[in-house]
């Protein structure tokens, strides 16, 4: 059975939701689902924009049958070629062999290095500013190199105001209906997943966002709908999102807060970061987030690292290093490139503390544009009440540095 949605004239939603997928790209946890958005256009021509992972295939040509009727696809528009949304190209060549597909260099390059059987099909090759028209409506390529993968471009439709805008502007979660991010109560059920995508899944290129942020500024007054490969589509309070899009991909944290990550083994080092936390909401910071990086993906460690202004990372030491998980975490949002936080460190070692130093290390070494408190509250073993001033003087650090 078809599930099709209309977004705006001749333009339909023509995706499909995922709730089966547990792992996207095999390492983030989506318990919402994901949607795998594809868009169809029934112009004088008519256009296909992007296809959908190959689990959910079946769907999508149900759905594009139903509305072409009688009608034959023209053009299939392939603005990114990762397999979850590219994967289904050849499926769509079978059952319309005469389609047209419209890409990037690089697009039509890593179709054959995936394998798919394009050649012997017209392949018409866009590059930045190029344009296309399909009778009323005209559109315009603009690269968009490294959101997410280099052959990424997004697609202007200059008739109607509807950015494609490939990976950028996507969100974890399933739709279930709801197409529109205003059927939704965005900032309050889906916000988090859609940071969590963005930091986790193209967090490393913030330049690449901020030059097609830029691009899109000199049009912004002409963008009506932003129509992403997943998550909901906008078509009120664009501005909301795009400036969410903005301090993300300028490493500039959300919130002041105070993200304390713990690794613990036996439940003392957790019991020092509750000791912080109660001390600093005590101070009148309340913005306070203790996670356990044991039982904690990394995908919302990072996520949360990217909406806070500071971190405390409270660490013991193992095998005279960085507790592993911990360890992880940190390479994780060195990978990413977070940049512009504060950190305050809590290490924990029975004879020999070593984390702090290390944690220390690696921020200042690895790292990108990061301060390190000078306090650090130092446990051996368990945190007594011998303690308490430099609990104090920690928590006071960390206070000072929100002034
Ligand atoms: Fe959803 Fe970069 O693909």
Known sequence: MYCVRNVTEDLYWVGANDHRLHLFENIHPIPRGVSYNAYLLLDEKTVLFDTVDWSVCRQLLENVEYLLGERSLDYLVINHMEPDHG?????????????????????????HQFGFQVDGHELIEV?????????????????????????????????????FSADAFGSFGALDGKLFADEVNFDRDWIDDARRY????????????????KKAGGI?????????????VWRKDLGYFIDKYDKWSR???????????????????????????????????TNVWVYDVSN??????????????HIVL????????????????????????????????????????????????????????????GDRLSVASALHPDKASELESLANSIVESMQ
């Open 314 to 373: 409270a660490s013991v030491t193992y095998n005279l290093g960085i507790y592993p998980v911990m360890h992880d975490y940190l390479m994780h949002l060195k990978g990413l490139n977070l940049q512009n936080r504060t950190f305050a460190l809590i290490e924990n070692g029975s004879w020999a503390p070593k984390s702090g130093d290390l944690m220390q290390k690696f921020i200042e070494d690895e790292m990108k544009n990061m301060t390190v408190l």
């Open 87 to 111: 994967a289904s190209i050849e499926e769509i060549l079978l059952r319309w062999p005469q389609v047209k597909i419209i890409s990037t260099e690089k697009a039509f390059l890593f179709m």
């Open 127 to 163: 590059k930045e500013g190029d344009s296309f028209s399909f009778g009323k409506h005209n559109v315009t390529f603009v690269a968009a190199p490294m959101v997410h993968w280099p052959e990424a471009m997004v697609t202007f439709d200059t008739t109607n105001g509807v950015l």
């Open 251 to 285: 490493y500039e944290p959300e919130e002041k807060g105070v993200l304390i990550a713990y690794a613990s083994m036996y439940g003392n080092t957790e019991a020092a970061a509750q000791a912080l936390a109660a001390k600093l909401c005590e101070k009148g910071v």
């Open 220 to 232: 912004l007054d002409q963008i009506k709908y932003i129509c992403p490969l997943h998550g909901p």
């Open 198 to 213: 963005l930091t986790n899944i193209v967090g490393k290129y913030g330049p690449h966002i901020q030059l097609l942020l």
């Open 296 to 309: 904690t993906h990394v995908s919302y460690l990072v996520s949360e690292s990217f909406r806070l202004s």
